[in-house]
């Protein structure tokens, strides 16, 4: 044991510098991938220690007083045995028009809301910032802490609530915790205002909306529970529930997790190639040696050991270290998620997700490495001792057709010809280069698939709209749909075309007639191909018969175009056939479709209420706003389209971010991998280098040979990474993205983007060669007599 | 008319480092090669002999001590400027062939040619008369690995002579070839001579030397003695002029 380890030793010192790019690369797998592991496991906790510690509500109903009945729905709630407890009724209005800060707009509609303050038991608020008070105080208004971080305001600010048409100020004092708002991408957000202030916001005669909580003994069970409420209940408003809240919270890291645990994937496939081409190319060099060893007695027991605590001790350091930066990452990033939380000293168990990430490389390496090394175990002694390198086992005929027909510069030449000269290696390196071309190709694609949201809307599920405009009915002097579009087709110059639309809700109705389950959908008075929305498969709905579904609807309920489903819209039951099915990112995967004639044939009284305006792209978008605003005043609201939003536009730039750095990370990977392998392959190969130098070749050709092989290699990467990365990529986005409503992920391919790629990693290539081929210059002549 | 010496040295010297001390390897050498000579170094083991061919083909520096290849100060030369020179001037053939293993025969005399600023056709030409000459045609496109040791050794002396040196240098050529293969190699040698080329040679084999018209003796770094061979004399001939002139310095 003692020599195996003194020998090891001397193999370590000498290979230093090799072992030390192939540790860190193990390094940076194991970040990859304790991360993504990590903050898997963990994402959900920080939105269910807030949900529970202020015993938030699992499902909220949001209703008017004149259909549903509080009273008899609280007393209903609280028979029920799987009821931990039901909320006071909490009334609110809805400011749909934007908030007004500062001159500014800030493009979400608000659930203003009364807090009741004094002996609240469920859906508790918690102050984050601001004087601690029960209740918001006449003229306060308490936001969720994602008003300060995403739009900027302070405590102390005013806040315009545009309701009817005036513009009611309130100062900020608190910024709250409110555990089911507290994302920003929930739009409609939530605001709080003083218990009885919503009279002196809004005359009494509308102040019939009202909310109740209902918290659950098991949330498990709550799909049960509120069918046996569907069915046992005839309720007409809509509800809100846990599954909608903890998705709108935990989206975006859960997206980021599953690539991030793709691309370690990637990374740890690519150490595993760099880990077996080390201790192959070690096992070659010492082919002789080996030899010698075994003649002096060395068993191959001894010689695996020999060369698996090489490796194994560089894998303990180097996964030990991974798992200590991805846990610092891991806080850092916790930390920034539980900061508007508000939960202090936010403890979790990252343990699991760490020792599984361990056990699961280590084991990977040490199989690998196993049957590596088992290669030497094999070697004969006397014939290694006699051959001190392997026997080639080339073709009988080597083509050298390139030599006589191509006028190339002869460092290409030569750097092509001992490239293929090893095919094997070329494979290889080839293939460690294809995996990193594939997720560098992939980031920059999907990153500008990200980007192109605002320009590729549709294909999101969004309306191809610039502005919104949201006609005001409960004006004076309101404008009528008719007079509306009117007075838009005056600004033919600026609109190309204005969508009209509505939202509607329905409810599904299982097999025996019972609502199972509400859900909100857009009917469009124009003809819905035209808008440019697509769909998965089929077409969009046409007659008063057909209904076209978002994809996570269609597949709740298993339902196919050319299928029939029942509903209850309008106040009448009606079955819907059903023409396509359609994505829709922007109601995670829920709702549907209907044509303008479906609802008149159910409610002659139904008119479009939105407008979905395509503007021009020469036109000012918030300028042509501002005109609009000027123009009709209160008699209509404008906001930009759901992609422009802030919170949105945020998430895209994470993402892009998050992306981007995977990508940098995977290029520093590739700079290792070639300074690695060219490392390698001089220290192999020095006796050919010393050969080329005796015949004329300096060190600078030898490096241009050196340099056109990387290149010659990394191309060939590149011929199999990209269309791979252009095949696959679009199809793990949609596996991905389909819990987000997006099971066909618009990928759009970045041709300069992607020539940008190539470039970058030809020249990070090309320095990892030239760098590592400066070891040339050490080569001496006298290694030729030695040999 | 007079020889014109096309290699010169003056008081050549190498010295190694051995632990904290120095050793000399090739002390105070003065020898001339001329133009169309064929010059053979021999000397016992250790003597100095490969060294001083690695000197004084630019391979090595000298510690001392000047070197005139073709009128050219080469002991002056920077690495670059003398692997710029080799490739013109000098060819050399190693004993252990140094084909570049990854290349075929042909490939390995290509790419010395394509060095050079010659156009590619020729190389192409000349590397094709070359291996019909010693007689490799046929194997152009084999790698190294696949062809015997004699047919590398040929492939290596017309590797060395793809861009028409002004001499061409061989270190034990035939040491690792079994006597048929020798023969062959140095009827090679003997050949490119009678065509004019100038040749130094570095061989402890006394039927290898017979080959050349002059021999050196090398002792401890040092020119002893030289042996110039009649021009009429038969390979036999030689053999016994050579090894009884070895005999008289020890060998």
């Known amino acids: 044991m003692k020599s195996i380890l003194l020998l090891n030793s001397k193999y370590v010192n000498k290979r230093k510098w090799g072992l030390i790019l192939v540790g860190l690369s193990l390094v940076l797998t194991s970040v990859l991938l304790s991360l993504a592991l990590g903050m898997l496991t963990i994402i959900g906790q920080p939105f269910d220690r807030a949900f529970n510690t202020q015993k938030a509500s699992e499902i909220l109903l949001l209703f008017d007083g004149r259909s549903d009945d509080q009273d008899q729905l609280t007393h209903w709630f609280s028979q029920q045995d799987e009821v931990l407890g039901v909320s006071e009724p909490r009334p609110f209005i809805m400011v749909d028009a934007p908030l007004i800060h500062r001159e500014r707009e800030i493009d979400l509609s608000a659930q203003v809301t009364e807090y009741p303050g004094r002996g609240v038991v469920q859906d508790e608020i918690r102050i984050l910032k601001g004087t601690a008070a029960e209740h918001p105080n006449f003229g306060e208004i308490w936001l969720p802490m994602h008003f300060e971080q995403s739009f900027g305001l302070q405590l102390g600010d005013t806040l315009g609530l545009n309701i009817k048409g005036e513009l009611r100020k309130h100062k900020i004092s608190a910024f709250v915790v409110d555990p089911h708002y507290v994302s920003a991408v929930f739009n409609p957000t939530r605001a709080w205002v003083a218990p009885g202030a919503l009279s002196f916001l809004a005359p009494i005669s509308e102040l019939n909306t009202t909310m109740i909580g209902v918290r659950l003994k098991d949330r498990r069970k709550l799909d049960m529970f509120w069918r046996h409420f569907n069915a046992s209940f005839d309720y007409a408003g809509k509800s809100l529930q846990y599954p909608l809240f903890k998705r709108a919270f935990t989206s975006f890291y859960s997206l980021l997790s599953a690539v991030l645990l793709i691309f370690s994937g990637m990374g740890l496939f690519i150490s595993l190639l760099f880990v077996k081409h080390t201790l192959s190319s070690h096992i070659s060099s010492d082919h002789k040696r080996i030899g010698v060893l075994k003649a002096l007695g060395f068993t191959p027991g001894n010689m695996m050991l020999l060369y698996l605590l090489q490796i194994g001790v560089l894998a303990l350091i180097a996964l030990l270290s991974g798992l200590v930066i991805s846990k610092f990452v891991i806080r850092q990033m916790v930390n920034r998620i539980v900061e508007p939380m508000g939960i202090p000293n936010f403890s979790y168990d990252l343990s699991g997700p760490l020792v599984l990430s361990f056990g699961i490389t280590l084991l990977m390496i040490f199989t690998v490495s196993f049957f590596s090394i088992k290669r030497a175990t094999h070697i004969p002694p006397v014939a290694a001792i006699r051959n001190s390198f392997q026997k080639n086992k080339g073709p009988v005929k080597s083509t050298s057709k390139a030599f006589t027909t191509l006028g190339l510069p002869l460092s290409m030449l030569l750097g092509g010809r001992l490239l293929s000269s090893k095919k094997k290696d070329m494979w290889r390196t080839g293939i460690h280069m294809a995996g990193i071309v594939f997720v560098v190709v992939f980031c920059v694609n999907i990153s500008n698939s990200f980007d192109k949201i605002h320009t590729d809307r549709t294909s999101w599920g969004f309306d191809n709209a610039d502005i919104v405009v949201n006609r005001n009915k409960e004006v004076i002097l309101s404008l009528t749909h008719r007079q509306l579009m009117e007075m838009l087709g005056a600004y033919k110059k600026e609109i190309r075309r204005v969508t009209p639309y509505n939202y509607t809700n329905l409810f599904i109705l299982s097999d025996m007639n019972r609502a199972v389950k509400e859900i909100q959908g857009k009917v469009y008075s124009d003809t819905i191909s035209k808008t440019g929305l697509g769909n998965i498969i089929g077409k969009h709905p046409v007659t008063p018969n057909e209904i076209s579904l978002c994809v996570g609807t269609a597949d709740e309920f298993g339902k196919h175009p050319g299928d029939t489903i029942a509903v209850f819209i309008e106040g009448q039951k009606k079955a819907f056939r059903i023409t396509g099915i359609y994505q829709d990112v922007g109601s995670f995967g829920q709702g549907f479709r209907l044509h303008e004639k479906a609802l008149l044939e159910l409610n002659p009284l139904f008119e479009p209420r939105f407008y979905g305006l395509e503007i021009y792209q020469s036109v000012d978008r918030n300028a042509f706003r501002s005109r609009l605003e000027h123009q009709f005043g209160e008699r209509i609201q404008t906001e930009l389209s759901v992609e422009e939003r802030g919170s949105i536009t945020a998430m895209v730039m994470n993402i892009r971010i998050a992306v981007l750095t995977i990508s940098v990370f995977f290029v520093f990977v590739l700079v290792l991998i070639i300074y690695n392998n060219q490392h390698i392959y001089i220290q192999q190969h020095k006796i050919s280098f010393v050969k080329l130098k005796s015949l004329g070749f300096t060190s600078k050709n030898l490096k241009m040979v050196l340099l056109w092989k990387t290149l010659f290699n990394l191309g060939l990467g590149m011929a199999v990474g990209i269309p791979f990365s252009l095949w696959l990529g679009p199809k793990i986005m949609n596996v991905l993205t389909a819990d987000i409503g997006l099971v066909r992920f618009p990928f759009l391919p970045h041709l300069l983007g992607t020539a940008l790629a190539i470039f970058v990693l030809f020249v990070f290539g090309g320095i990892a060669t030239w760098s590592a081929a400066s070891a040339l210059r050490k080569i001496d002549f006298r290694m030729m007599c030695n040999t | ?251």
């Open chain 2, 1 to 251: 008319m007079a020889a014109i010496p096309i290699l010169k040295t003056k008081a050549l010297g190498k010295s190694f480092e051995v632990g904290s001390g120095t050793t000399n390897g090739i002390n105070d050498v003065h020898i001339e090669i001329n133009e169309g000579e064929f010059t053979i170094i021999m000397g016992n083991s250790g003597s100095g002999k490969s060294t001083l061919l690695y000197l004084l083909s630019g391979l090595d520096q000298p510690s001392t001590g000047e070197i005139y290849l073709n009128n050219t100060p080469i002991h002056k030369l920077d690495e670059k400027a003398i692997t710029l020179f080799r490739r013109n001037h000098v060819g050399f053939v190693f004993q252990e062939h140094n084909l570049i293993s990854e290349l075929s025969l042909k490939e390995n005399i290509l790419i010395v040619g394509y060095l050079t600023k010659q156009d590619r056709k020729v190389v192409q030409t000349r590397t094709a008369l070359l291996m019909k000459e010693l007689e490799i045609a046929t194997l152009a496109d084999r790698l190294p690995s696949q062809v015997s040791g004699g047919e590398r050794q040929r492939c290596a002396i017309a590797r060395a002579l793809i861009n028409t040196p002004k001499i061409l240098m061989a270190d034990e050529p035939t040491g690792s070839l079994n006597s048929a293969s020798s023969k062959k190699v140095l009827s090679c040698f003997k050949k490119v001579h009678q065509e004019g080329q100038t040749i130094l040679m570095v061989t402890h084999n006394p039927q290898s030397a017979c080959y050349g018209n002059r021999v050196l003796f090398i002792k401890d770094g040092k020119v002893v003695d030289t042996l110039v061979f009649n021009s009429q004399h038969s390979l036999v001939q030689r053999h016994e002029v050579l090894l009884e002139w070895l005999s008289a310095l020890g060998w």
